[in-house]
């Protein structure tokens, strides 16, 4: 019996990513109801299933839709605006007074728009966000399809959105409370960084986070001078300090992550805790390089992250990728470390499983949303083609992303975004905003 579905993909070669390490070629994806309903070979494909749509892919890699592990998303707005500078004097003397006078709602949600439209149009499906006004990002995110984790932010210290850190948690709390029927807005408690959140406080987003089941999404050993300062104000390493304050566990995201001693790794691997791997802001804002392989070996998760425009400046997975695969192999003098399998899984299931979405998203199997993402591998730049994983990584930009779909609804078809915006909006958005950031 013929069974009707949504939507065919038919592709030249399909990565599902789990089980890893498997690269199928011409197979064909089943989507019906939002919903993965059957991956198999094309022949077979043809027998069972009858589609309103058929995608043909002939040259192309689908794989699932990337996960953007750490993201400031409205900082967009900031791209280019401090650039090469270390991360305090970038954070003290150009990003925070930029975010003092100019910060707001309307400021989050055109930021956000701005760069949830990069994201998609470069095959990120999922972003974990940090960063004030998490109702306007909301916003932002299901007005262009995009699956989003919004951080609910914590600071001790008064910003225009909250004066402290209750208030920032009462404030967030309210929105997650306003998007709770969204399917593609989930929320985490997210404060900022161990130099920026007190003891307190930090028990008051253990608690809730524990209370409702959220990730805890978290700045953590980005800079030696962090290490520095926690060592003489606590007489411990940030990590220390949060395990005994018991927030090291399994919904742990740790953001950066660079610099890590064996007790380090032995607390984030015995707690369970994941990692957000942001290899270009680091390499920019000259912190150092992670330890990624010895991350992997000690079993711990990672995802990659881009981290904020202001900081990288592109929210570009795929390159991402390839400089956290080069980076672990010079840095480790080890060629064979992060090799591209390795690195796509970093950047589709480990950043899913790190959010508590690896049932859901992550990877290509029956049951799973159809978040996928499709690239092109039949320009002169792509060839020959003796590995199409190889070039995925090492070779493929997202100017060569060609299709993508969130929850089986296309956002971009041949290259052509198809979102609820057009660009000369986005244009505009972007443009008033220089003029007001550069008065």
Known sequence: MIETVD?????RWIVPVEPAGVVLEDHTVAVRGGNIVALLPRARAAAAFRAEKVVELPEHLL????????VHAAMSLMRGIADDMPLMRWLQEAIWPTEARHVSAAFVRDGTLLAAAEMLRGGITTCNEMYFHPEAAAEAFSTLGMRAVVGVVMLEFPTPFASDADDYLRK???????????PLIDF???PHAPYTVSDASFGRALAIADELGLPIHIHVHETTGEIAD???AHGMRPLSRLARLGLLGENLIGVHAVHLDDGDIELLARHGCSVAHCPTSNMKLASGIAPLPRLLEAGIRVG???????S???LDLLQEMRHAALLAKVASHDATAVPAHTALHMATLGGAQALGLGARIGSIEPGKAADLCAVNLGSLHCRPRFDPVSHLVYVAGREDVSHVWVNGETRVDKGVPLLHIRDSELLRLASVWQTKLGN
């Open 7 to 11: 939507l065919l993909i038919h592709a």
């Open 172 to 182: 967030g709390l309210a929105a997650r409370d306003r998007w709770q029927t969204d």
């Open 63 to 70: 794989m699932p839709g990337l996960v953007n592990l750490h």
């Open 230 to 232: 926690s060592l003489a």
């Open 188 to 190: 985490a408690i997210a």
């Open 312 to 314: 990288n400046n592109r």
């Open 304 to 310: 990659l992250g881009t981290d904020g425009a202001a």
